[in-house]
């Protein structure tokens, strides 16, 4: 890492953590994050969680995991070029996921009806209840203990009601305030990665092909300057070549947009980056070509009719489960009985959202 802007993320000037411990020779606070993370159960339950595709319908698709590496891949490149925290980023990144239900959204949103009356569920905020919390490997404290800035980065959106109730880290959610440059940086990147890696994914599944796809700009534009390159080429080198040249154009897109509204707003310190307006952002044209796409792997993809069954059918395991449990406290674990203080529901919602695709799927065949 060269040296960092003023109005990077600064380890030796974080607001540091709940639990103070001694700093350490070798690695900044942000590397002992990071490192933190990795070593994780829950970063490790990544790799069989869904991202579009449920876990088993075949090898290649991206899972948590592999999204989660690709969004700290981007965004590293930006944060570099920028002249930002890498090792703030990266943290950011590969935590970002990890309050993530089993099965996608579909799972989250059965999560979030089944605790309606109970607080609800939001990946986001259970994602900050991991490291804060739910992770128990230290002997004096609950969670990671991970720095401010790591776990303000990690808290991407919250609702005012559950802002309040979450102190320093949500008062931004009420008084308009911005995080770090890389907490901006790490949201913008996880929409470069899925956006391009729901491309490929979808392509590799059949669900969407080629034709369709180019009636979306972006892609459009660079497959046929790809064809035009390689008139011979043909398969997945193609696609291949493709996605790579958006990834790239999107990250410069990224990058030079950013480098001029820091130049326009001219912050002198991560407080003036938390005062001021977002300064990580894609030029309009981009935005709206990226909006295109959006709504076109919504159409098509995330709506598709098999990707529709599949979540119907992973929403009834999500329920099943969540009664089963109900119903019958004794079959949750004793640990999740232990810390969740008497909120049976939010136990019972710990234990789900902790669960891996095939893990709830052999949970239910096991308990239904
Ligand atoms: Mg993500």
Do not use: W
Request: charged share 30%; hydrophobic share 35%; glycine share 6%.
């Amino acid at each position: 890492m060269g040296e960092l802007a003023p109005y990077a993320a600064d380890p030796q000037r974080s607001l540091g953590r709940s639990n103070r411990e001694s700093s350490d020779k070798n690695r900044t606070e942000y590397q002992r994050d990071r490192d933190r993370i990795i070593h994780s159960a829950a970063f490790r339950r990544l790799e069989y969680k869904t991202q579009v595709f449920v876990n088993h319908e075949g090898d290649l698709f991206r899972t948590r995991l592999t999204h989660s590496i690709e969004v700290a891949q981007i965004a590293r490149s930006i944060a570099r070029a920028l002249s930002l925290n890498e090792d703030l980023v990266e943290a950011i990144c590969l935590a970002h996921d990890l309050g993530h239900t089993p099965f996608g959204h579909s799972g989250q949103d059965e999560l979030n009806y089944c605790m309606r009356d109970s607080g609800g569920f939001e990946h986001n905020l259970q994602s900050l209840r991991v490291v804060d919390f739910l992770e128990q490997r230290y002997g004096s404290f609950d969670g990671l203990n991970l720095c401010y800035e790591t776990r303000e980065g990690i808290l991407k959106h919250c609702a005012p009601r559950n802002a309040r109730k979450l102190g320093p880290i949500g008062e931004r959610f009420l008084e308009g305030y911005q995080p770090s440059l890389e907490a901006q940086i790490a949201n913008l990147a996880d929409e470069i990665a899925y956006n391009n890696h729901d491309v490929d994914d979808g392509l590799r599944s059949g669900l969407i092909d080629v034709n369709q796809l180019q009636s979306v700009t972006i892609f459009e534009r660079f497959y046929r300057s790809v064809r035009d390159l390689y008139p011979d080429l043909a398969g997945r080198q193609i696609i291949y070549e493709t996605i790579r040249r958006i990834i790239n154009a999107l990250v410069v897109d990224v990058i030079n947009e950013t480098r001029k509204n820091i130049k326009l707003l001219d912050p002198g310190s991560i407080e003036d980056v938390r005062a001021g307006k977002p300064l990580v952002s894609f030029s309009a044209e981009v935005k709206q070509e990226q909006q295109e796409l959006k709504l076109f792997l919504h159409r098509f993809l995330y709506k598709h009719k098999n990707v529709v069954v599949m979540a119907t059918k992973s929403k009834q395991i999500i329920r099943n489960l969540f009664e089963i449990f109900l119903e019958n406290p004794d079959k949750l674990p004793r640990d999740y009985r232990e810390r969740s203080h008497g909120d049976l529901k939010r136990g019972i919602s710990d234990y789900i959202a902790g669960m891996t695709d095939r893990f709830a799927i052999k949970e239910h065949q096991r308990l239904c």
